[in-house]
Structures are given as structure tokens and as C-alpha cells.
């Protein structure tokens, strides 16, 4: 099921930002989506999470068409936004019961001690999320991401700012997830999708220039690391 895209178009104004792309993402993978700033990466997460309306073009998630079927797209995924908008004020154990109610969970007790041992914030979940450092407030962000189980998590930049410990601590964790879920997930470190990402799709002022998986890539372009291709497929010459 995972996600399917097809000719995905959003224009802001006159100005293109994505641009006609077509990508499949598949359970039990993790899905490296890269480009340089501005390349649309945002844009299309917003799309996929029912955020912002396309302009033109299908995403489907689980099956479920993002431009009339909503809730049903909702329900199945989990998204962390790149700007992680958090609730400064609320402690982090009540910003989960928050949360978990707004999906109406059941056993929300059981399923709030589970994504706070799964995110590593025992230690901080008596905090108010204002008093926490970036690193768990990222945390917190994963955390409600996945309290409901989604089957589809979008992750945008979800280890930016945090420290080399917490990086390995996170990235661990989504590749675990990633085990059972479909994964799509930013970043602008290349060390973080050859650590963890089985397919990626480079994304280049709003169209697609490269996808593949990363052995596929490596091999395509006869390099032994992505940042070389990446340059290759994204400088302005
Ligand atoms: N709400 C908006 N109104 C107008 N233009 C927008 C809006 N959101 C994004 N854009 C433009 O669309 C283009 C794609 O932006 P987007 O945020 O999707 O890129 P990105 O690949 O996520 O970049 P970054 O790596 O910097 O986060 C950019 O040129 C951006 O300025």
C-alpha cells in the first residue's frame, strides 16, 4: 500500500514548486527524500499529509486519496514538520494524552508509556516541552507522530540540530520503525541516508532527478558516496 504519487503538481502564485513528479514508497522501506533548499521536499510532505491542497496530480497513502479522503489519510500517518510546531506551555506527558485523545485512542495510559519509552524521554516526561532541549523536543515531535501507529510516517529533517548521541538514538529508532512502516523521511545529511534509507529520490526545483535505490545509485553513477551525486544532480551550471 505505502504511498503513491502520480504527476504531482503545486504551483504557489506563478511560481512552480513541485513540478509533474510520479514516486512509489513501499512498507517495511525507508525513503530518503533529498534536495537542496527550496527544491519542493516541504511542499510535497505537505501534500502528502493533507496539509496543502496539489495544484494538480494524485497522492494516494494507504490507498487513500489525499484530495477527498482526508480523515482516512490522517488516520494512517504520522508526521513530523520540519518546524516541529509543539505546545511550549504543556508538559510532555499531557501533550501526549493530548494528542492520543485527539485520535480517540484506546489504552491511551499504556500507549503514552510506550511512545515515551520507544522516543527515550523518561527522563524528561515530568517537563514542560518549553523547558526541553532541541534534541527531546524532537523527541516529543517523534513521539506524537507515532502514538496512533501509523502505517506511513513523513519526516521532515527529523534529526536536524541535534547532537552526534541523540543523532544515533534517533536514527536508530526510525530505522526500527521503518521495519514495519513506510518511511519517507528529509534531510540535507547524506551520512543519514546512506545509514538508514534503502531507496531515495533526489528532487531538483521541483522535479525529480534521481530515484533509485541507494546501492542503485552508487552504482549508476559509479560513486562509492551520495554527495558526489548529489552535486552532480543538483549544482546550477
Ligand atoms: N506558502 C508558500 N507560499 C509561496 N511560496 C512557497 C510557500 N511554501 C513554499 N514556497 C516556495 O516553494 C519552493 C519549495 O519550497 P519547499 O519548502 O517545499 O522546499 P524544501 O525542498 O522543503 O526546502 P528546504 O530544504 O529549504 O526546507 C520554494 O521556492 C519556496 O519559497
Request: charged share 25%; proline share 3%.
Amino acid at each position: 500500500m505505502g504511498i503513491s504519487v502520480q504527476l504531482l503538481s503545486k504551483t504557489y502564485g506563478s511560481q512552480k514548486a513541485v513540478d509533474q513528479i510520479s514516486f512509489e514508497a513501499t512498507e517495511g522501506k525507508i525513503l530518503g527524500f533529498l534536495g537542496p533548499n527550496g527544491a519542493g521536499k516541504s511542499t510535497t510532505m505537505k501534500i502528502l499529509t493533507c496539509f496543502l491542497p496539489q495544484t494538480s496530480g494524485k497522492a494516494f497513502v494507504c490507498g487513500f486519496d489525499t484530495s477527498n479522503d482526508s480523515l482516512q489519510v490522517r488516520k494512517n500517518i504520522g508526521y513530523l514538520p520540519e518546524s516541529n510546531p509543539l505546545y511550549h506551555d504543556m508538559y510532555v506527558k499531557e501533550f501526549l494524552y493530548f494528542v492520543g485523545n485527539t485520535y480517540h485512542l484506546q489504552n491511551l495510559k499504556t500507549k503514552v508509556e510506550q511512545v515515551i519509552l520507544a522516543t527515550g524521554l523518561e527522563k524528561e516526561q515530568h517537563k514542560k516541552i518549553g523547558q526541553l532541549s532541541k534534541g527531546y523536543k524532537q523527541r516529543v515531535g517523534l513521539a506524537q507522530a507515532i502514538i496512533h501507529d501509523p502505517k506511513v510516517l513523513i519526516l521532515d529533517e527529523p534529526t536536524s540540530g541535534l547532537d552526534p548521541n541523540q543523532l544515533i538514538e534517533i536514527r536508530k529508532l526510525i530505522k526500527e520503525l521503518g521495519k514495519t512502516k513506510t518511511v519517507i523521511l528529509s534531510t540535507h545529511i547524506m551520512q543519514e541516508v546512506e545509514a538508514i534509507c534503502d531507496e531515495v529520490i533526489i528532487i531538483n526545483k521541483g522535479k525529480i532527478v534521481a530515484n533509485n535505490t541507494l546501492q542503485g545509485l552508487l552504482e549508476e553513477h559509479q560513486e562509492k558516496s551520495l554527495e558526489p551525486i548529489f552535486v552532480k544532480l543538483t549544482r546550477d551550471v
